[in-house]
């Protein structure tokens, strides 16, 4: 089993910054992604953001997304990161960090194996 455990949620107005912090703990793999969905009330599941450890990390965005948010992790520490720039209201939803074995960094959540409790973030128009 992979333990993930998100952090750095928080209110911020438009325009604004956070950076969500997951880290990983528990059986290790080899090869593993780390992924970013969120959900908004009343809507779906969607991915935003997801990154590989094969050859420095391959990085994989949603469209809403590209230009303003980024993932990295840190593999000494298990850690994903996602630093999410220019805010806007729509972002508002709960942000889950997820995990599946392999190298390719899927937007299907059905693909993925573990998932964290989840961060709330919330942009202020």
């Known amino acids: 089993q992979v333990q993930l455990v998100e952090s750095g949620g928080g209110l911020v107005q438009a325009g604004g910054s956070l950076r969500l912090s997951c880290a990983a703990s528990g059986r290790t793999f080899s090869s593993i992604v780390l992924g970013w969905f969120r959900q908004a009330p009343g809507k779906e599941r969607e991915f935003v953001a997801a990154?590989?450890?094969?050859?420095?990390?391959?990085?994989v965005y949603a469209d809403s997304v590209k230009g303003r948010f980024t993932i990295s992790r840190d593999n000494a520490k298990d850690t994903v990161y996602l630093q999410m720039n220019s805010l806007k209201p729509e972002d508002t939803a709960v942000y889950y960090c997820?995990?599946?074995?392999?190298?390719?960094?899927?937007?299907?959540?059905?693909?993925?194996?573990?998932w964290g409790q989840g961060t709330q973030v919330t942009v202020s128009s």
């Open positions: 997820a995990a599946r074995p392999g190298r390719v960094a899927s937007m299907d959540a059905y693909e993925y194996d573990y």
């Open positions: 990154i590989n450890n094969w050859r420095g990390g391959s990085t």
